[in-house]
């Protein structure tokens, strides 16, 4: 079984930088695309960044510029957080998915597999 296994999230001032990461473990044969996610209470988990198995990025809009997504082989994946805002504070969730199901980031069926989450407050 894929799991997926976040760390990294801390309190935080307000222009300062973290770097999360996942640990992923389970993957098979398959390429997987990877990606992060971040959700406040009361709202719906918003896609932050994704990278696919050649390495390929994206990024949404509020974090294009202060955020890098990368990995280390298939098992590490990690998002680095610059110039932090008090809206960046949200749980952040690592997620997966074989990319033969994903384009450009984006999965037909969205990504099935899902660390719990890792908790970042910026103030």
């Known amino acids: 079984d894929v799991q997926l296994v976040e760390s990294g999230g801390e309190s935080v001032q307000a222009g300062g930088s973290l770097r999360l990461s996942c640990a992923a473990s389970g993957f098979e044969s398959a390429r997987y695309c990877l990606a992060w996610f971040r959700q406040v209470p009361g709202r719906e988990r918003d896609k932050v960044a994704t990278i696919d198995s050649d390495g390929s990025t994206t990024y949404s809009d509020s974090v294009k510029g202060r955020f890098t997504i990368s990995k280390s082989g298939r098992y590490l994946l990690y998002l680095q957080m610059n110039s932090l805002r008090p809206e960046d504070t949200a749980m952040y969730y690592c997620?997966?998915?074989?990319?033969?199901?994903?384009?450009?980031?984006?999965?037909?069926?969205?990504?099935?597999?899902w660390g719990r989450g890792t908790q970042v407050t910026v103030s």
């Open positions: 997620a997966a998915e074989p990319c033969v199901y994903c384009n450009g980031g984006d999965c037909y069926n969205g990504y099935n597999y």
